[in-house]
């Protein structure tokens, strides 16, 4: 790392104009009072993780919820917090950048300064191994002068997204023990929080003074549970991967003689894919949740395309645009197990000359029919996380590949009878990643920054700070606070012995909901998007007028506001408190019994059978 | 080529808006009359090659030059057309796709149906394939509302970018005479325009009633010459561009482990990329100008590269972004002589298997020691105008791989010490050529438009629709022509045989000016972007704030204006003649004529000189 990080710098006219923008904070965090009602304490989604997880989390299982009301909110049993003693928090960016990241910086700094000028944020500089080795950046107003609403991380920087071994946790340790931190806040998408949250808990332990706070930044939009509803710079990455892909659907459109195959970077995962393909309109996606569902090969796969492009011929179409999430090769099944059996491999040390021989007769089978370009991509060493290099196998010139090989021989057996097939491919991710950030993942990364604050000053710990019913105006969002013990499962495989192996508990990348309205509406369109040509042009990310304020199509479709409905429940369950105090008539506590009995039973019922059958995570 | 060319479709917000924005007329176009100044007639830009021109444009070389002037402008010599008979106008993409070409189509429908309501525009449905099968669609206020200001060639679509053989020739004069057409509008880059001053020839020599024009529209900005400032569709293709690449300055800066290589589309020469650079500042661009002025090889290249690697590691940044146009294979001379041996064996029908047995020793050696990847993209067949596949090449990745093949030994040997050296290599092209044209390509293409219908006005036939002082506001700029001929030149080749191949006139692309303002401003600044990391953010393209009127960096700094220049001359001269009239003063006309005889003798000797020695084309 080197010490350019955070030092001033010329912007562009556009930039200079983002940086004098100041994001509205909800009326909840107005003012200078925290007002923090604790709910119920939580559960984990699945019933059969609970011991495992209770068993990692002894300190922070089952914390309730917290919420952050408006100074003037008439809540009873809410907790004032008026005092507010100097504080010393420090910040890192844990994760890989995304669009946002610095203006939870700024909000956190600001609201840091706005209850007690005497509170200090202190930057780790180069991410985690920053915090290791105490490398820090007292944050001011200087600092952010030409950070605000800017992309990427290069505030602070990052390197790598694990606070995870035993010589890492205990660096972590010295470092806010030595820099008498009152709260440490990390910045990242599923792995850095699940290590902020086992971090948070050796700190616990350890009666390491120092409360952790995660915060959800991820272009990836896979941190997703009842209580995130999307994460800081998924909005702009779809944007404006939106914006390119929609280029280059004009641009098939206009010569008519091209397939365009894109990939879309964000990992396992395709949630990037599933929002370009409702705000874009290209011919088809394939999605990966889809292939896993429906145990899809990809000769399946192949054939899908090859029968697509041969209708469209038919209809005197020869061009297309096709887009492919990055995690697609780990959600076709004999890839992923070949991919599985390499890795296995490159861990016993087996040199990568070597493996083709020592692979499975099926798999072996597989990798000689894969072209040279592939294999030696699956032959990558994998990731931290242990999942393939996603982002370097190009899986869309795989399929191109493919298809390229079959329409040939469609057109030579006379069974397909349009124009030569012609693919050019393309990878999008490091271009959107580093790109100036939407209005609204400027807005909910600043409201999340000070989020972080409210929970310091309430003494949590092990939190991530959530805002919800995001597709409403800034005005009607929700500020809150959740255990991220509870968005944690737990993953188990047969052995070969016939035991079970059980993982660590950890929030694990949310799929796209095949059963959600975003897909429904996708399911709807599909076939139009196939045939008729639909493309729709989003344009460039703009800051006023029209599309300034639009948000991604898959937030707004989708009911979520969990949040909200945990705290009407609430609400109902009090009123019936109220209704049936003692001394009510004896008929009104036999009504209420009766139907309380029949609604205990139902939910019980239903609890259980979507314990078993639901995933999550 | 489909049905769906020019039907409505749906638009996103920002479409919509951009759909009602009407560009301004500049003053001379504004009214209904067209007056026109025929200016001196025009030479060639080398005098040797006046001969060879003159033969293959008989009726159109020597023109004058044509200015359109406002109603009320003072001009005595100024022809003023009144009547307007109904025209029939023929329009076709002949070119590739630039954002901003539908607005050429737009501008000269307006101004047909501003001089008369019977005028007709059609427009060639499939590009030039459409107009040798004579497939038109005939242009409406509802045919262009979805199209106003929108990208792509969508509207009529394109196919092939040549008008050139007897069989095309006489394709386009029957579709001309069959549809009664009284103008052809053809718009393209420096190959189409080519084929219309030749098809402008061709038409007169049949003593065909319609009118060629020409407009300059393609994205590679190489369409630059005396008369013609900028090209429809560079603006916003470097402005998107600009975008991705500053996108990814922010992300190398962010996580500092990766060098990312970017290839650029824009055909042989390297516009875009000095102008990308000047908006984004990366840390380096290697121009072909450049390579070819320093006759740099591969590895002279590699080294440049490996050395800047080096030089910035030392000050502890393991990360960069290097800039590398497409056209650089055609620039580095050994790998260009490496390709017309492929091409030359191709031509013969070699298959491409033998053709390394083929290849002279020492491209023989050059071939052998390339990677596979690199070697099959060079064995392609060439384009329609005998350059490379360039789009197809991944000049970047041989680049990357050498680089890397080269720190690897440097480390190995210890004269390198930094971390090793990871690339990630982009193209960039599709995703900006079919993008939302930016407001300077919307205003310049539908001005041209209106510029093409005064031509067809004034009868003119072979010219170039020219608009020139673009750099300031619309207010300010002024319209004209220039017959196409005017702007060709023709290259010669020595023979094996001693004797020397004379091409045919073309318009060649121009190469950046490495004693122009714009690479003087590079040069300037090279070094402190290659070591200080300067990125700067232009932003997506905005249509409304700062960055909205933003114009190419490369137009603003040129002191362009030649057009402007020869009309200030022509009045210098017209003012001598009014002073000097017969009955002046003896000593007036001595000094009048020592004055004269001595400008005249500077001017044929700089001209002399500089006929031989410059390139225009």
Redesign the interface.
């Known amino acids: ?4 990080f955070g030092i001033p ?10 940086s004098q923008y100041h994001p509205e904070l909800p009326p909840c965090l107005q003012g200078t009072t925290v007002r923090v009602e604790l709910g119920d304490g939580t559960t984990v989604a699945k019933a059969a993780d609970a011991h495992i997880i209770a068993r990692a989390f002894p300190h922070s299982l089952g914390q309730p919820l917290a919420h952050f009301l408006r100074a003037t909110a008439k809540v009873p049993d809410a907790q004032i917090i008026t005092e507010h003693p100097a504080k010393r928090v420090g910040i890192v ?1 844990s994760g ?2 995304a669009p946002g990241g610095h203006n939870v910086v700024w909000g956190l700094y600001e609201a840091l300064k706005v209850h007690n000028a005497k509170n200090t944020l202190l930057g780790f500089l ?1 991410g985690s191994e920053g915090l290791f080795a105490q490398k820090t950046l007292e944050i001011t107003d200087d600092v952010l002068q030409t950070y605000k609403n ?5 505030l602070l ?3 790598k997204d694990q606070i995870r071994t035993t010589e890492q946790v205990n660096a972590a340790l010295k470092a806010c023990t030595d820099l008498k931190l009152d709260g440490l806040v990390i910045i990242g998408g599923v792995t850095s929080n699940t290590d902020a949250a086992h971090l948070a808990e050796f700190f616990a332990e350890a009666k390491c003074p120092t409360k952790v706070v995660g915060v959800p930044v991820t272009i990836n939009g896979d941190l997703k549970n009842q209580f995130v509803e999307a994460n800081v710079g998924f909005d702009t990455t779809c944007k ?1 991967n939106s ?2 892909i ?11 003689k091209y397939y ?1 195959f894109v990939r879309l970077m964000g990992r396992k995962h395709s949630h990037v894919a599933l929002e370009c393909t409702l705000q874009s309109h290209p011919n088809m996606v394939i999605l990966g949740e889809e292939v896993t569902a429906s145990k899809l090969t990809i000769f399946d796969i192949t054939k899908q395309i090859c029968d697509a492009v041969q209708a469209r011929a038919e ?3 020869n061009h297309g645009v096709i887009l492919i999430p990055e995690g697609l090769v780990e959600s076709i099944p004999e890839l992923y197990a070949l991919l599985k059996e390499i890795h296995g491999l490159l861990k016993e040390g087996v040199h990568t000359d070597n493996i083709s021989s020592q692979l499975s007769p099926w798999s072996s089978a597989l990798f000689e029919f894969l072209p ?2 592939i294999k030696k991509q699956l032959l990558l060493h994998p990731e931290s996380d242990d999942s393939a290099q996603l982002s370097q196998i190009e899986t869309e010139k795989l399929l191109a590949y493919l298809v390229e090989t079959e329409m040939n021989k469609r057109l030579k057996e006379g069974t397909y009878k349009g124009k030569k097939f012609n693919a ?1 491919c ?1 990878f ?1 991710g ?7 950030p939407s209005k609204f993942d400027c807005d909910y990364a600043y409201v999340l920054g000070h989020v972080c604050y409210h929970i310091l000053a309430a003494g949590l710990n092990g939190y991530m700070a959530t805002v919800t019913n995001l597709k409403c105006p800034v005005n009607k969002w929700k500020c809150g606070a959740a255990p991220i013990s509870a968005m944690m499962t737990v993953k188990r495989w047969s052995q070969n012995s016939g035991s079970t192996s059980i993982g660590r508990p950890v929030i694990h990348p949310a799929a796209v909901d095949l059963k959600g309205k975003a897909y429904d509406l996708l399911r709807q369109n599909a076939h139009k998007f196939l045939m008729e ?15 300034a304020d ?1 948000k991604a199509v898959s937030l707004c479709v989708e009911d979520q506001d969990y949040m909200g409905r945990i705290k009407k429940l609430q609400e109902y369950l009090d009123q019936v408190r109220t209704i049936v105090r003692p001394g009510c008539s004896q008929d009104v506590l036999k009504a209420a019994l009766s139907v309380m009995s029949s609604v205990t039973d139902v939910l019980t019922t239903i609890s259980s059978s979507s314990t078993s059958g639901q995933q999550y995570a």
């Open positions: 790392m080197d010490s350019d710098r010329e912007l562009s006219p556009l930039q200079q104009l983002r960016f890989r950048q180069g800017q992309g990427g991380f290069d920087g990052r390197t404006v914006q390119l929609s280029n280059i659907c004009t641009d098939a459109l206009s010569a008519e365009y209809q005197d179409k040279p370009f050019i393309h999008f490091y271009q959107a990643r580093g790109s100036l040509d639909m493309y729709r042009n989003p344009g460039p990310v703009q800051y006023d007028g029209p599309g639009a």
